[in-house]
């Protein structure tokens, strides 16, 4: 685990929409004594329960994405295929359900298309990608002298 700062980096934008939504305020959320208690920590903040770190992320980036320690190198990001061997994981709406099924504390039903829209960080995230020409070079190019240097 990387933690979010690490991912802001190169996502400025998921990380802006990303710390003022609910999930950046999760771990808040739990009072001291239930930081501590593995059931809440699930939900609210996982990577604190399964790394044992000291400071509690919420509901994280990595939470959703996979541990970024080995895929967040530039080179490894820009190459999907590496990016997914090296623990990138598919963020789908399915794993939603994980948190926000039966047993979360939630009055109304969960409805999915509606809270994707409410954590949305992508949209925002790909159209500054595509304007930004901060990391140089082609995938191919860089991860071929990177894996076979002359
Ligand atoms: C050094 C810059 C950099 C860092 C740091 C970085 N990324 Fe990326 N990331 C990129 C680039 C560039 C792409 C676009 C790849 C492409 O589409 O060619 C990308 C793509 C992605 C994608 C889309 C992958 C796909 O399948 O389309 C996700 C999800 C992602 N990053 C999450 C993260 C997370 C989470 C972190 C922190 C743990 C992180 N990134 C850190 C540069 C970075
Ligand atoms: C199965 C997942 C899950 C577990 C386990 C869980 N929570 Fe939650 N919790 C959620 C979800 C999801 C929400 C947001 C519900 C909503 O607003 O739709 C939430 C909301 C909350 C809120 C309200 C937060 C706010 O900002 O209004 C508090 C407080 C809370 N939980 C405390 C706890 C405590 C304490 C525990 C452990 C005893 C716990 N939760 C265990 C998923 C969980
Ligand atoms: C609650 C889970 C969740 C959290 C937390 C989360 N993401 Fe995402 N993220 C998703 C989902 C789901 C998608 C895919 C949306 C789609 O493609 O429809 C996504 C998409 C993305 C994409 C765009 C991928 C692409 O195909 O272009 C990037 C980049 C990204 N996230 C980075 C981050 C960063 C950085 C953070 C933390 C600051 C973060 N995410 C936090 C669930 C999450
Ligand atoms: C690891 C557990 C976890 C996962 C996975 C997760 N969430 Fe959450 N989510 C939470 C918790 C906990 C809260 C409550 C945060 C708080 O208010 O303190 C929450 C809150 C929310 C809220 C705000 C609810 C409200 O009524 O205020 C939305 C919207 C949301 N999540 C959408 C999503 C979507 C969409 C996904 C899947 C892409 C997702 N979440 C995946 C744990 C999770």
Redesign the pocket.
């Known amino acids: 685990m990387v933690g979010p700062i690490a991912c802001r980096t190169c996502h400025a934008e998921a990380y802006r929409i990303w710390a003022e939504?609910?999930?950046a305020?999760?771990a808040?959320?739990l009072a001291a004594p239930q930081r501590k208690q593995p059931l809440c920590l699930?939900?609210?903040s996982?990577d604190e329960e399964r790394a044992g770190q000291a400071d509690a992320q919420?509901?994280s980036c990595e939470?959703?994405h996979g541990g970024g320690r080995y895929y967040e190198p530039a080179v490894v990001m820009r190459d999907k295929e590496l990016a997914h061997l090296f623990g990138l994981a598919d963020?789908?709406?399915q794993?939603?359900r994980?948190?926000?099924g039966g047993e979360?504390p939630?009055l109304k039903p969960f409805d999915?298309g509606?809270?994707?829209k409410?954590?949305d960080h992508w949209t925002a995230d790909r159209a500054a990608r595509k304007t930004s020409a901060s990391l140089p070079g082609s995938p191919k190019t860089l991860l071929a002298s990177w894996l076979y240097p002359r």
């Open positions: 939504g609910p999930h305020r999760a808040q959320a699930q939900c609210h996982r919420g509901v939470t959703c963020a789908t709406p794993s939603c994980v948190c926000h979360s939630s999915i509606e809270a994707m409410r954590i």
